[in-house]
């Protein structure tokens, strides 16, 4: 089952690798055959197989050896082990395992769509920042609106009244805000230099998908990440002190970290921090 999940990820990472590409240069998303961007000519269907194509044209156009961009089979396998990973959490791994009496509920399955729709925009956004130094917005407000919306279906669940932190859709919407006016506190102080604002956009969807106090550790991770990763750049040489380093793929790695390790972070901060929560 999770490897059937893998494979469908890897064909809806082909499809975001696109997507990233064309809305970039503003082509009509669906209804287009892909081609090379150099010799214009279509990619044969036999030359559209997620990863495998890859491999066997050695990153490079069938017509005119073009060099292909490392970004796509990096998109399909992101997206493939994130499916992958989504299945493990609702049909295998901690969910189901342990507790076989438990059955998969008409809720478990829109918390599971949630989840497949909210690896893939997250996996467009890291891409698109990586490659344009840009946070779409046809991608980021979609991807509020539906979080938001999934939130507040979550509150509905549960018997929780509306004016309480615990409350899903209160918890979402205070993170998204905090995080919200923690970068856009970061612009006016670097007036611009640190982050853009994309990274605020980014930022409010970091909150109505962690909740409150989990943002926090969103931002942790991001960055901790971003720390290192810059770190390691620099001593590569790849990169030097002054470079712009687009901050939105530390970002969605944050949350996608809590998303998944949300019982584990929970469990340590108990433990050790003390801040239950
Ligand atoms: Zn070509």
Redesign the pocket.
Known sequence: MISIFFIVGLIVGSFLGVVNYRLKVAENIVFKRS???????PIRWYDNIPLLSFIILAG???????KISWKYPAIELMTGLLFAAVAWKFLGGWGFAGNPEKIFSAGDAIEMAFWLFAVCYLTLIFFHDLSYMLIPDVAVYPAIVITLFYQYWKYLQGPLGIATLKNPFVSSLFAALIAALFFFALIWISRGKWIGGGDVKLGFLAGAIAGWPKILFVLFFAYMIGAIVSLVLIGLKKKTWKSQIPFGPFLVSGILIVMFFSEQIQFWANRYLNIGY
């Open positions: 081609h090379c961007p150099k010799c214009k000519k490079q156009c069938r017509d005119c050896r073009e």
